[in-house]
């Protein structure tokens, strides 16, 4: 039988940062985040390797269902607020009273302070989303791009020697994608400083947590960089950007949409970025790029 086993944690913040006055109250739910199995390998060998313990979070506002979320569950609470902010279903964090997961049900009641305006017409029009999860977006995401405003090129940019900086960071950390796979990471830079990481099974959950902790504690997004291990589509360009984070940084691509969508909020992607390298998709202005040394052409001797 499966058995729970010890991990590195899946949730991590630099000290010091204060919840914004008027913030609600949040239950500490984080959940068992791996569970031991055994396998039988190639070898014929029998061992027992960790594997994301994955669970389903069921959304209740103000009682009503809302959305089921497949998670790690590193930290719901901050999940489920950064999915209310990106979904615009709320317009601060002061807006909610309470969030309380229960994972005797696999629940999260959220329990706000004076309802959410419109909350059928916002919520009847759902789209499932492309890649791991199946992300849900409520409403029209091309329409939402006309509000979204960021930092102009002088005031947020990124110096080639940052990127690899961070980069550097992301190797080096001891993470559940290390240790059993089968789940993608977010965090938040100050230049080269992460300010926050998180681990879950799906990228856009990972957003939506990277989300709700910037919004508990007030933090801008105006100077920071956005990093994550998926791919960049249009979803989590539209939530970087709703973040206020103007530079996002992807171990992976991006898709034409997200592409698209980059260009015309006027931000910075960088994808296939791993050690030293990298590829800048848009935003060339606010990169300032610090070429490496072209490598010598291989020369084929005869025999």
Known sequence: MPTESAEPSAFDVAPAWQPLPGAPRLTQAAGQLLREIEILDEYGARRVIPIPAERPLTLFVDKRELVTLMTLGASPELLVLGYLCNQRLIGAVTDVESITVDWDVDAAAVKTRSGIEDFERKTARRVVTTGCGQGTVFGDLMGQVDSVKLPDAQRARIRQGTLHGMLEVMRQRNSIHRKAGSVHGCALFRGAEMLMFVEDVGRHN???????????????GGDKTFYTTGRLTSE???????????????????????????????????????????????????????PEPQRPPVRLVAG
């Not at 973040?243 to 992807?250: A, E, L, T």
């Not at 592409?259 to 800048?280: I, K, P, S, V, Y």
């Open 206 to 220: 990972a957003i939506d947590t990277s989300a709700g902790w910037m919004a508990l504690h007030g933090v801008d």
């Open 236 to 290: 989590m360009v539209m939530k970087a950007a709703q973040m206020g984070v103007p530079i996002v940084v992807s171990r992976n691509g991006v898709t034409a949409m997200g592409h698209e969508l980059a260009t015309r909020l006027g931000m910075t992607l960088f994808g296939r970025a791993a050690n030293r390298h990298f590829l800048c998709y848009t935003g060339f202005e606010r990169f300032d790029s610090e």
